[in-house]
């Protein structure tokens, strides 16, 4: 029997794109002629919209396409243009091969190919090259636009405390303008940078005073660094200081990065933005440090208030003869990055930690009747930790659900002239953001159904793995102890009163591997990875 069943993907990224043609309900439009032409029976109509196709991650439509079609919903899927599938020629080639896994053509009512033949698939590859060539095209131009915005002084978007962005004769073009009260407080860090306190210290004041940064949170070590080295307050425009730009976390410093008078009132003077410089650059000049090997717990220990990773730090107590002891010590992360205002020391003799946790874990890892424990233990939490996960999943597939149709509703008010440009783009921005919220706990909480293992845990296994990471502790220097460490224990907790209150331990396939074949210099810190089965200690 002939195949005639279709389904029909469309997408739009922008506003532009539905008043030029390209919109949601044309693309359908036009694919459903052709079909009525060709004989061929719509079944299922698959909708993102505002979206870019730079990737598949945040297109919900385009990932129930691609699940539906393991379930013989359809037997071809049609589009508009095939740019509209994927502006990345790797994405088109491996969606079109997960289509044909599962007997499902593609086709494009506007591109004359057929993928079923080497010719048509060449076709396509070509297509979808010139679809990525234009989307990088279009972000060159865009970079190009921007840069000569910044060389003209002029503010290219983005909160910063102390100025806000506004609209310039209710055009696009905009530009900063001072916020009286946040500017208050980056007057009042670059003072007191300026007489002598230090990045912790103005912290640690902020946030006990009440303030908060940009985004409404409590301010740490960097974000006071940020704002001490942010040109932006003396006036200047600097920009395209990083290589790859467009990532989240950007990296590769751009040496020739643009910095030139920008077109907004200054914040501070440059006399004291001078001195700060001077000064900040006067006490980076520190000596390195040379003790990390004397805190094998630091990240692993969890303060008891607040849950953030313990840090290191030392005291010196001169004695009465004279002479200077140094005392070790793990303390709160948040203390020491935000203040006492965020958390207190909760600090712990790291001695006393050290030799605690190092005897505990040999103790265990001795004893057969707890190793037994341990195998019962972690079975059962193997089996009770997959069932919530996968319910939690089926809930946050849920809202992305909602999310999206949510998203369609709001795009279909703009396309009826219900709603403006400016609303629809604020309304579509907030969707965006539960949306990627909601995906990357799909995405953490898929991972971790990955690594669960559903078979039953050996003793023999748990023995063999313990039993060398014994030995390899024994024998390791320092800084290798430490690194064993954050490989097999999760976290350690620490009590009311000062004092170890449990131990996490966690085991996987890499584990195994590396303890059960560890040679002289194999440790390496990037051997960890998802630990698919926990075991706590409770002291």
């Given at each position: 029997?002939?195949?005639?069943?279709?389904?029909?993907?469309?997408?739009?990224?922008?506003?532009?794109?539905?008043?030029?043609?390209?919109?949601?309900?044309?693309?359908?439009?036009?694919?459903?002629?052709?079909?009525?032409?060709?004989?061929?029976?719509?079944?299922?109509?698959?909708?993102?919209?505002?979206?870019?196709?730079?990737?598949?991650?945040?297109?919900?439509?385009?990932?129930?396409?691609?699940?539906?079609?393991?379930?013989?919903?359809?037997?071809?899927?049609?589009?508009?243009?095939?740019?509209?599938?994927?502006?990345?020629?790797?994405?088109?080639?491996?969606?079109?091969?997960?289509?044909?896994?599962?007997?499902?053509?593609?086709?494009?009512?506007?591109?004359?190919?057929?993928?079923?033949?080497?010719?048509?698939?060449?076709?396509?590859?070509?297509?979808?090259?010139?679809?990525?060539?234009?989307?990088?095209?279009?972000?060159?131009?865009?970079?190009?636009?921007?840069?000569?915005?910044?060389?003209?002084?002029?503010?290219?978007?983005?909160?910063?405390?102390?100025?806000?962005?506004?609209?310039?004769?209710?055009?696009?073009?905009?530009?900063?303008?001072?916020?009286?009260?946040?500017?208050?407080?980056?007057?009042?860090?670059?003072?007191?940078?300026?007489?002598?306190?230090?990045?912790?210290?103005?912290?640690?004041?902020?946030?006990?005073?009440?303030?908060?940064?940009?985004?409404?949170?409590?301010?740490?070590?960097?974000?006071?660094?940020?704002?001490?080295?942010?040109?932006?307050?003396?006036?200047?425009?600097?920009?395209?200081?990083?290589?790859?730009?467009?990532?989240?976390?950007?990296?590769?410093?751009?040496?020739?990065?643009?910095?030139?008078?920008?077109?907004?009132?200054?914040?501070?003077?440059?006399?004291?933005?001078?001195?700060?410089?001077?000064?900040?650059?006067?006490?980076?000049?520190?000596?390195?440090?040379?003790?990390?090997?004397?805190?094998?717990?630091?990240?692993?220990?969890?303060?008891?208030?607040?849950g953030i990773g313990m840090v290191c730090?030392?005291?010196?107590?001169?004695?009465?003869?004279?002479?200077?002891?140094?005392?070790?010590?793990?303390?709160?992360?948040?203390?020491?990055?935000?203040?006492?205002?965020?958390?207190?020391?909760?600090?712990?003799?790291?001695?006393?930690?050290?030799?605690?946790?190092?005897?505990?874990?040999?103790?265990?890892?001795?004893?057969?009747?707890?190793?037994?424990?341990?195998?019962?233990?972690?079975?059962?939490?193997?089996?009770?930790?997959?069932?919530?996960?996968?319910?939690?999943?089926k809930g946050v597939k849920n809202?992305?659900?909602?999310?999206?149709?949510?998203?369609?509703?709001?795009?279909?008010?703009?396309?009826?002239?219900?709603?403006?440009?400016?609303?629809?783009?604020?309304?579509?921005?907030?969707?965006?953001?539960?949306?990627?919220?909601?995906?990357?706990?799909?995405?953490?909480?898929?991972?971790?159904?990955?690594?669960?293992?559903?078979?039953?845990?050996?003793?023999?296994?748990?023995?063999?793995?313990?039993?060398?990471?014994?030995?390899?502790?024994?024998?390791?220097?320092?800084?290798?102890?430490?690194?064993?460490?954050?490989?097999?224990?999760?976290?350690?907790?620490?009590?009311?009163?000062?004092?170890?209150?449990?131990?996490?331990?966690?085991?996987?396939?890499?584990?195994?591997?590396?303890?059960?074949?560890?040679?002289?210099?194999?440790?390496?810190?990037?051997?960890?990875?998802?630990?698919?089965?926990?075991?706590?200690?409770?002291?």
């Amino acid at each position: 029997m002939h195949k005639n069943r279709v389904a029909i993907y469309a997408r739009v990224s922008t506003a532009e794109q539905a008043e030029e043609g390209y919109s949601i309900e044309a693309q359908i439009e036009n694919i459903k002629r052709l079909c009525e032409i060709q004989g061929k029976i719509v079944v299922e109509t698959y909708v993102d919209r505002g979206i870019s196709g730079k990737s598949i991650k945040n297109r919900i439509a385009l990932q129930q396409l691609l699940e539906d079609c393991t379930k013989s919903k359809f037997d071809e899927v049609m589009v508009w243009k095939t740019n509209r599938l994927a502006r990345s020629s790797r994405d088109l080639l491996n969606i079109v091969h997960i289509l044909g896994e599962n007997n499902v053509g593609f086709s494009s009512i506007t591109e004359n190919f057929e993928t079923s033949t080497a010719t048509g698939k060449l076709l396509m590859t070509m297509l979808a090259g010139v679809g990525e060539f234009e989307r990088t095209t279009i972000v060159e131009n865009v970079k190009m636009g921007m840069k000569q915005r910044a060389k003209q002084g002029k503010w290219n978007g983005g909160r910063v405390l102390g100025y806000k962005s506004v609209k310039i004769n209710n055009k696009e073009e905009t530009r900063l303008e001072v916020v009286e009260e946040e500017a208050a407080i980056v007057k009042e860090i670059f003072t007191m940078y300026s007489k002598g306190k230090g990045l912790k210290a103005i912290a640690n004041e902020l946030n006990h005073i009440g303030y908060k940064t940009s985004r409404g949170n409590s301010f740490g070590v960097m974000g006071v660094k940020g704002i001490l080295k942010n040109p932006v307050y003396i006036g200047k425009i600097r920009f395209n200081r990083f290589v790859d730009w467009a990532n989240k976390r950007r990296k590769g410093k751009n040496e020739d990065y643009i910095l030139v008078e920008g077109n907004h009132e200054a914040i501070i003077d440059e006399e004291i933005w001078n001195k700060v410089q001077e000064l900040y650059n006067l006490k980076s000049k520190k000596p390195a440090r040379n003790f990390d090997g004397s805190y094998p717990l630091t990240g692993l220990l969890r303060c008891p208030v607040c849950g953030i990773g313990m840090v290191c730090g030392r005291t010196t107590n001169k004695l009465k003869d004279g002479t200077k002891k140094v005392i070790k010590y793990y303390y709160c992360g948040n203390f020491k990055n935000k203040g006492s205002a965020v958390c207190k020391s909760n600090s712990i003799r790291a001695d006393k930690a050290n030799e605690y946790v190092f005897s505990r874990i040999k103790e265990v890892l001795n004893n057969e009747k707890i190793l037994k424990d341990i195998v019962v233990k972690l079975n059962e939490t193997r089996v009770e930790k997959i069932k919530p996960l996968e319910t939690q999943l089926k809930g946050v597939k849920n809202n992305l659900k909602e999310l999206n149709n949510k998203k369609n509703k709001v795009f279909e008010l703009y396309e009826d002239g219900i709603i403006e440009k400016k609303t629809l783009g604020a309304r579509l921005k907030k969707i965006e953001e539960d949306i990627e919220v909601n995906q990357g706990l799909s995405d953490k909480i898929t991972k971790q159904l990955d690594n669960s293992n559903s078979e039953e845990v050996p003793f023999e296994f748990v023995k063999s793995v313990l039993g060398n990471f014994n030995k390899l502790l024994e024998e390791s220097h320092p800084q290798e102890k430490k690194l064993l460490l954050q490989l097999l224990i999760k976290k350690i907790t620490v009590g009311d009163r000062k004092n170890i209150d449990t131990i996490e331990l966690h085991f996987n396939e890499k584990i195994k591997k590396i303890l059960g074949n560890n040679k002289e210099g194999e440790l390496s810190e990037n051997e960890g990875s998802s630990s698919f089965y926990i075991f706590k200690i409770v002291i």
